[in-house]
């Protein structure tokens, strides 16, 4: 089941209700069934690869399709040699949680806190691997789950110029 159906199992409490069944040794490997919004914008990426390629175009994306995620959504640039992350667009719903504008800020060059713990390893991972990555933050608040800090996200790479040369993120926040 990928989406819009409610998984048998949710998760803990203040997380999103995906099942989170990750593969052994894959890091940021795409969980069994995805929380709806993050299946809505896998769709979508899939929906635009042209022929038999495995990796749709960046110049592909139309995010007026997507209008109904657009606080979700974020645009991550990819540079090569050396390897970089420059946000592009980011929704609202993401630049309220982390607390100040990004785009056009590198990656590295912000605080890693909720909503980017951990974003430059995903990216990066996402870039080597070629195919969508998944990270499921849940923070902990005197032993009990924090939803005000927990997330799902989705990073999906994108090609251009000869290689993959964007990101498509998506965040969904527990609360």
Known sequence: MRHGDKPETGGPE???SARIVQVPGEPYAMPEMLEQELGEVLDYWDGIKRHNNDIPFWDDV???ALREYSDILMMIDVFEKPERFRFG??????????????????VD????????????????????????????HVAMNSHAPDPAKSYLRLLLPLWGEGHIAMLMGAVVFAD
Request: no cysteine.
């Open 109 to 136: 060059e912000v605080a890693r806190k909720a909503p980017f713990d951990y974003l430059p390893y995903q990216a990066s991972a996402t870039v080597q691997a070629g195919k969508p990555t998944f990270y499921h």
């Open 62 to 64: 139309q995010l007026t």
């Open 89 to 106: 667009v980011i929704g609202r719903s993401i630049i309220e949680r982390y607390g100040r504008e990004l785009e056009s800020h590198f």
């Open 14 to 16: 203040g997380a999103p």
